[in-house]
């Protein structure tokens, strides 16, 4: 089975780096029936974090973030990707957007389990519909 790879809409708050504000966006979110195709966290300047969110559906996503009083980022993009485990799988992706000269800001990428891997990663938002195209994404 070959990868999948989609175009995923995320969003990013800022929050106090201190205990229990992941768990309580977190469960604001699974409250609201919000699934999450993805989340991370890291630091963000002093005392501060970064959690970026990729919501299944945005729009009510906006909707259960602004009911739980978080401040979201503008809507930015990236891509999903999924598949079979294997050596080199990311490498191939990696590779796809080398070939394009396209330079990958960040992923993050892991093994899920039965034989399946699954990432995210971004580009320069003006470099998306190049990278869509390397990737094989419609």
């Not at 799988?89 to 993050?108: D, F, G, R, W, Y």
């Amino acid at each position: 089975m070959p990868d999948e790879i989609r175009r995923i809409d995320y969003y990013y708050v800022a929050v106090p780096d201190k205990p229990g504000e992941g768990s309580r966006i977190l469960t604001a979110l699974r409250d609201a029936g919000i699934n999450l195709l993805g989340v991370s966290a890291f630091p963000h300047g002093a005392r501060r974090s970064q959690l970026d969110l990729i919501p299944e559906d945005g729009s009510a996503f906006a909707k259960a973030a602004k009911a739980a009083g978080l401040k979201l980022s503008k809507k930015k993009s990236g891509f999903l990707i999924q598949g079979e485990d294997r050596p080199g799988a990311v490498a191939e992706v990696a590779e796809k957007l080398a070939q394009a000269a396209i330079n990958v800001t960040s992923i993050q990428a892991f093994c899920t389990g039965a034989g399946r891997y699954g990432g995210m990663l971004w580009v320069k938002p003006s470099e998306l519909r190049k990278a869509a195209k390397a990737l094989g994404v419609r």
